[in-house]
C-alpha cells in the first residue's frame, strides 16, 4: 500500500510540475517589443470590428481580453497570449473568470487553452524610433491616427473571422501608463 501511495503522489508531483511549467511560459512571456516584429504590432493598440461587435485587447505585459464592442464589461475572454509569428497564430490561456460569457465557442481545449490565426496583420508605425517626449504634436496626431487592419480567424467550429482595424492608444506606444493623463493635463 506504501508503494502505490508513493508511486501515486510521485506521479502527481511530476504532473503539477509539467502543468506549472507549462502554464509559466504562458504567464511569464512577454511579447516581442523589436520593432518590424508581429508582437509589437499586434500589442500597440486594441483591435476592433464594429460587424462583429467584438473588441480584443493584447497588451505589453503579454495579457489579452476579449470584449463586445457595444458593451465593455461583457467579457468574452481573457488570460495571457503568446505569438508564434512563423505560423500566424496567437496561442491563448484563457483565466477562469465569473464574468466571463461562457456561450461564446473559443474552440477551447482542455478548458484553458485556446488559438487564433491571425492573417493580413498591416500596421503604419510611423517615427517609432522616437520617444514620444521628442515628437511634435504635428507627430504624435500622426501615429495617433495611423491605420492598421488584421484578420483574426478563431480555431472553434465555426471558424468565427474577425475583419478588424486597430486604434492606437498613448500608453502602448509611450509603454507608460500615466502618459495619456499627462497629455490630458497640458490641454
Known sequence: MKKFISGF????FVI???CGIFVC???FSK???EKGSDSRKLILGYWTDEDEDMKFYFDQSGQFKMVQLSDEDHVYAEGY???NEDAGKIKLLIMPNKERDES???GEKLKLFAEITYRDLEVDEPYSDKGWTFLSSTEREEIMNAEGSCKF???NDDEDVYYCKWTRTVKEFNGDEKAEQRMNNRR
Do not use: E, H, N, R
Open 16 to 18: 503539477f510540475v509539467v
Open 81 to 83: 497570449f503568446k505569438v
Open 9 to 12: 503522489l510521485g506521479v502527481l
Open 153 to 155: 480567424i478563431m480555431s
Open 104 to 106: 461564446y465557442d473559443m
Open 25 to 27: 511560459t504562458y504567464v
Open 31 to 33: 511579447p516581442s517589443q
